[in-house]
């Protein structure tokens, strides 16, 4: 009898442990993606029942796909300017349109601003450690 509890609870340590070793359990199943999953619109009855019901496979007409809702609910459409905005832009002169893309054109006429701006586009770059202070007499 006493030989049997030391084998008995060695044989059920043993079933026990061989059972942790099956592949995880919980820990290694198929989960969603959470990412893709999105809400589903509201059903609303149309004000005319005569409507032709949609093509198989075609985008619903009244949402776009999951990335337009993204970005419009990030970015939002063109947002109106204050009365304040306005003035100072008309104030200030309004930019062209594709200022962006003449900017680096070589025929666009620049301002020279001296030569500690020269100097200081022309500085190697760096984080700053080896930075040393020169004082002109």
């Keep these: 009898m006493r030989t049997m509890k030391p084998a008995l609870l060695l044989i059920t340590l043993s079933a026990t442990l061989a059972g942790c070793g099956s592949g995880g359990g919980l820990l290694n199943r198929d989960r969603p993606d959470e990412f893709a ?17 949609p093509a198989p496979g075609a985008p619903r007409p009244s949402e776009g796909t999951a990335a337009e809702q993204t970005l419009e609910a990030l970015f939002g459409g063109p947002a109106p300017r204050s009365q304040v905005e306005t003035s100072a832009l008309d104030r200030a002169g309004a930019a062209d349109p594709g200022i962006r893309s003449t900017v680096g054109d070589p025929g666009t006429n620049t301002v020279a601003k001296g030569r500690v701006t020269r100097d200081i586009i022309a500085a190697p770059e760096g984080d700053g450690a080896a930075a040393q202070a020169v004082i002109p007499s």
Excluded: C, H, I
């Design 37 to 53: 999953v999105q809400r589903q619109a509201p059903l609303v009855v149309p004000p005319d029942f005569n409507l032709v019901p």
